[in-house]
């Protein structure tokens, strides 16, 4: 839910902190690049990869 809100904080939260630089850094790029249209995809990847990395950490 963490990275819904803002990219790679859920990242962070799970420990990922390469992780989560990748994220601070690509999505907002991609966000002002394209205009939004990769931005929105990129931000629900990061979402999703938290996630995953939450699950495997139980």
């Known amino acids: 839910m963490l ?3 803002l ?3 859920g990242q962070v939260y799970n420990g990922r902190f390469l992780w989560a630089i990748f994220w601070f850094l690509v999505t907002p790029g ?3 690049g ?3 249209f990769l931005g929105w ?3 629900i990847l990061s979402a ?3 996630h995953r990395q939450a699950k495997r950490a139980r």
């Open 48 to 50: 999703i990869q938290a």
């Open 30 to 32: 991609l966000w002002i």
């Open 41 to 43: 995809i990129f931000h």
């Open 7 to 9: 990219p790679g904080v």
């Open 3 to 5: 990275s819904l809100i």
């Open 34 to 36: 394209s205009g939004g």
